[in-house]
């Protein structure tokens, strides 16, 4: 199994920045990519952007693209999500999860960080 930890989140205004950590620990060596998903109160769980660890292939979704950068510290078992320009829709709490192939579901899930932008 794989343990996911986020940190990161917090207040901040709109237009603000906050960068996302992801710690992973225990089986990490299964895991193909890591992802980020948010859900704002009443609404779905939605993907926001994902990183394979051994090529670092990124992939974002439409909504926050060209806002958002992911990346990956394989040394240190860690995922990152940089966000700029933050607007209060963006209100959410994030999460990160691991999946062990392309062919597989997101598996392993964080206890999520509450991000809350501010007008």
């Known amino acids: 199994q794989v343990q996911l930890v986020e940190s990161g989140g917090g207040l901040v205004q709109a237009g603000g920045s906050l960068r996302l950590s992801c710690a992973a620990s225990g089986r990490t060596f299964d895991s193909y990519a890591m992802g980020w998903f948010r859900q704002a109160p009443g609404k779905e769980r939605e993907f926001v952007a994902a990183v394979t660890w051994s090529g670092g292939s990124t992939s974002y979704s439409d909504s926050m693209k060209g806002r958002i950068t992911i990346s990956r510290d394989k040394t240190k078992d860690t995922v990152y999500l940089e966000m700029n320009n933050l607007q209060p829709e963006d209100t959410a709490i994030y999460y990160c999860?691991?999946?062990?192939?392309?062919?597989?579901?997101?598996?392993?899930w964080g206890q999520g960080t509450q991000v809350t932008v501010s007008s």
């Open positions: 999860a691991s999946r062990d192939s392309e062919h597989d579901p997101f598996d392993y």
